[in-house]
């Protein structure tokens, strides 16, 4: 059944009254309630929120794969524009199709590369079985191909590291390898599922650039999912903010950040350090955070004496390591 009438001229993604549940000692517990959003082609939407807020789950369901969690999901509608400019409902498609859509148009980079990495295949042989499965690509084309796409996230020394395996490279040289596996197959839609949590500012702030990069050139959708509101702001043209399973905010990011209207945005948007903040104080002082309950009361800003008076409990002097 034709479905292109049914999405928007320039978008790539339609999600529609989305509920998501699992059942719990024959009860049915709700994950995500009435969620509703698009995606445009070339657009970063960021879905945040705490942990628990349904982000993950939400974008598992995007990729099919809650059902094998026991994930019972229920939708109204949602629309993929695939590479091609086929308009499909993926709620409808078979798990032998759904194969073809993963990677090839719609793809993660997962939370946690090192448990997302096969342990026992070399980096090359995971990327190019995409390669091989969605193009129809030779063992040694998937390889030409893997190689370039290391080189396209920056990964130096490229053909070195196609033959290595996950555990012998740091943590920014594995999530490079998931976005090179993600990417391979130039989806409609990349999901980046906290691409970043587990990385330190620099290599973080590599990887936003490098997405923002390949985004441009492949001119794709991306739903980047995080709780970091200045990842937010540096990489997001439109916000998605989740409180215990349901949107209760939505905007471009300048409304997000200047004008929030709900409680729990700002409540996100205060826990979040400001440079300068503490700046003429002598000792740190708590950030004036926004209670739920009573969104117009805050926390009175208290300076804490941080330093505690008398002999430390430990003390170094002339430390040296050789290797």
Do not use: W
Not at 228 to 239: F, K, L, P, Q
């Amino acid at each position: 059944m034709p479905h292109s009438d049914e999405l928007d001229a320039g978008d790539v993604l339609a999600v529609e009254n989305l509920n998501i549940a699992f059942m719990q000692e024959q009860h049915k517990i709700a994950a995500v309630r009435n969620l509703s959003f698009s995606l445009q082609r070339g657009e970063t939407l960021a879905i945040v929120g705490e942990s628990g807020s349904g982000k993950s789950v939400t974008a598992l369901a995007l990729m099919r794969l809650l059902e094998q969690a026991g994930g019972l999901v229920q939708c109204d509608k949602m629309l993929l524009q695939r590479r091609s400019r086929e308009v499909i409902e993926l709620s409808e498609q078979s798990a032998a199709q759904m194969r073809h859509v993963r990677g090839a148009d719609m793809a993660m980079i997962f939370q946690e590369p090192m448990t997302s990495l096969n342990p026992v295949f070399t980096v090359g042989e995971q990327i190019a079985e995409s390669i091989r499965l969605h193009q129809n690509a030779s063992r040694e084309e998937a390889m030409v191909e893997a190689k370039r796409m290391l080189d396209q996230v920056r990964i130096p020394e490229a053909q070195t590291i196609l033959s290595r395996y996950p555990h012998q490279l740091s943590g920014g040289m594995r999530q490079r390898v998931m976005i090179a596996m993600a990417l391979s197959c130039r989806p409609a839609v990349l999901i980046a599922d906290e691409p970043t949590t587990a990385l330190d500012v620099t290599i973080q702030a590599q990887i936003l650039q490098l997405i923002k990069v390949l985004q441009k050139e492949m001119s794709m959708g991306v739903i980047f999912i995080t709780h970091d509101m200045g990842v937010v702001a540096e990489i997001a043209d439109r916000v998605l903010v989740m409180y215990q399973g349901e949107a209760v905010e939505t905007g471009s990011v300048e409304q997000i950040f200047h004008a929030p209207q709900h409680p729990y945005t700002r409540a996100l948007l205060a826990a979040v350090p400001q440079l300068g903040a503490m700046k003429g104080l002598d000792y740190p002082r708590r950030f004036p955070l926004i209670s739920l309950e009573h969104p117009a009361k805050q926390e009175p800003p208290i300076e804490q004496k941080t330093v505690v008076d008398g002999e430390p409990v430990l003390r170094v002097r002339n430390l040296v390591s050789r290797f």
